[in-house]
């Protein structure tokens, strides 16, 4: 059997209950999981787990871009020396490629890595500076010079085009991984442009940020152009909704090059987004559904077809992989064992795979990165919902945005509650418990030296 190239699209804080633009321009052939869970709320440590297979308190990187720390990254030498999914493959003969801008280690085993701002035209670089520095000065000049606000990001359909014409000269089996930012603040890279809406003027949301560059982050970029927080809802609906097009278009281009039947797809979302839940805007700084629920969906190459589950996590994607690459004969069985050894996530495509009636245990968490932000763990099983602050001196209100996301320790019956209103903790004592002395139990058996200096701070 052909080795499958293998194509894996990380689609940036998509909402689950967005997705479904996404989930609409995909065919039958695709398995669209339905309950889908991060395991932090950061890209760096995602993306880590997305090649590993392995919890971040295990693989290590706990926090996202300049907050990530010397232990973090040298405890992910040593602990995914063998088995960073991009390498195996390389050193498999996988031509290797990837489409991001987030550098540092998510390099490792890629042939090529083309960082996302090259593929931007000299001229559009200049004028992103020039954007910049008329916002700096005034935001009135700005606006009048510039129709279009700067962005940090290219748009949807310049990434996947230069990933198509990628693609075709490739040479083959291929991995190539794709980022995609446009559902990332500050959602302006979108073709679709959102109507105005009525509704709450952004003034009462900019006077309630305590942080002061926050504030300027949300008024002078994420606000361009809208006047009431709908009006940004509406973007942010729009950009999933550009993500949508863009992909049914990218598919179909597939299609006609042949490269579709071939290739093993793996589309997800690596966290969700607040979109005004819980007193949290425009970011992604909570553990509750609409940040930590997210998306995977997988066309597998040929017949062997991954299993549908209740309850999956970004931890199986890298099992899966390997699962449907042993299956195809693209690895041999003895290095599916050794590597099946590190995995916290299951292999989907094994349909006796362990935990698979719906009640499976799944881990979560964030780490405080930015300064003043919680450390929070959590714990799901079955329909409950445990969460705990691990922050020493936890102020009672964010420090961000100043609205109250998270009590201390919380548990949540989630399939009546979804919305995550009424804490149960005191009612339901006893199961609060249980949870509590599992989730210790699995940060504990992480041996992450910070992560212990964290829980033995607060226990
Ligand atoms: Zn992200
Ligand atoms: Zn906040």
């Known amino acids: 059997m052909a080795r499958p190239n293998i194509l894996i699209i990380h689609i940036d804080a998509l909402r689950s209950d967005y997705a479904r633009y996404v989930s609409s321009a995909l065919g039958s052939d695709w398995l669209v999981y339905k309950e889908v869970y991060t395991p932090l709320y950061g890209t760096d440590p995602v993306v880590t787990t997305v090649f590993t297979g392995m919890y971040p308190v295990r693989h290590g990187i706990l926090r996202h871009g300049p907050w990530v720390t010397g232990t973090e990254t040298m405890l992910l030498r040593l ?184 290739t093993l797809i793996i589309i997800y979302s690596d966290h969700g987004e607040s979109l005004g839940e819980h007193g949290a805007f425009f970011d992604h700084h909570t553990v509750h559904e609409e940040v930590i629920r997210s998306f995977l969906a997988i066309k597998p190459a040929g017949r062997e077809e991954p299993i549908m589950l209740n309850r999956v996590s970004l931890v199986d994607v890298a099992p899966t992989i390997f699962g449907i690459l042993r299956v195809s004969g693209a690895i041999d069985e003895e290095l599916y064992r050794r590597l099946s050894r590190r995995w916290d996530g299951l292999d989907l495509s094994l349909p006796n795979a362990p935990d698979m009636d719906g009640n499976r245990v799944l881990y979560f968490g964030m780490v405080a990165d930015k300064p003043g932000l919680d450390t929070l763990f959590g714990i799901i099983a079955g329909s409950w919902k445990y969460i705990e602050s691990f922050m020493h001196n936890r102020p009672e209100k964010c420090p961000r945005c100043g609205a109250k996301h998270h009590d201390q320790r919380e548990l949540f019956k989630i399939d009546r509650d979804p919305g995550e209103k009424q804490n149960l903790v005191e009612e339901e004592r006893e199961i609060a418990q249980r949870l509590r002395e599992l989730l210790l139990r699995h940060l504990r058996s992480a041996r992450h030296p910070e992560l212990d200096k964290i829980i033995t701070q607060v226990l």
């Open 79 to 262: 602990r995914t020396r063998d088995n960073w999914l991009p390498e195996v493959l390389a050193s498999n003969g996988y031509e290797t490629m990837a489409y991001d801008i987030l550098g540092r280690w998510h390099r490792r085993g890629f042939k090529r890595y083309i960082e996302l701002p090259a593929l931007r035209h000299g001229l559009i670089k200049l004028s992103y500076v020039a954007k910049h520095a008329a916002l700096r000065a005034s935001r009135k000049i700005a606006h009048a010079f510039f129709r279009n606000p700067p962005t940090p990001y290219p748009p949807v359909i310049t990434i996947l085009g230069q990933v198509l014409r990628g693609l075709k000269g490739a040479k083959k089996p291929f991995l190539a991984f794709v980022h995609i930012w446009d559902t990332h603040t500050p959602y302006l890279v979108t073709h679709c442009s959102p109507k105005r809406r009525p509704g709450t003027p952004l003034s009462v949301l900019l006077e309630k940020v305590i942080d002061e560059q926050w504030r300027r982050y949300l008024r002078d970029l994420v606000a361009w152009g809208a006047h009431t927080i709908e009006d940004i809802i509406e973007r942010y609906q729009a950009a999933a909704c550009s993500v949508g097009e863009a992909l049914r278009l990218f598919i179909d281009k597939l299609r006609d090059t042949g490269l579709y039947d071939d």
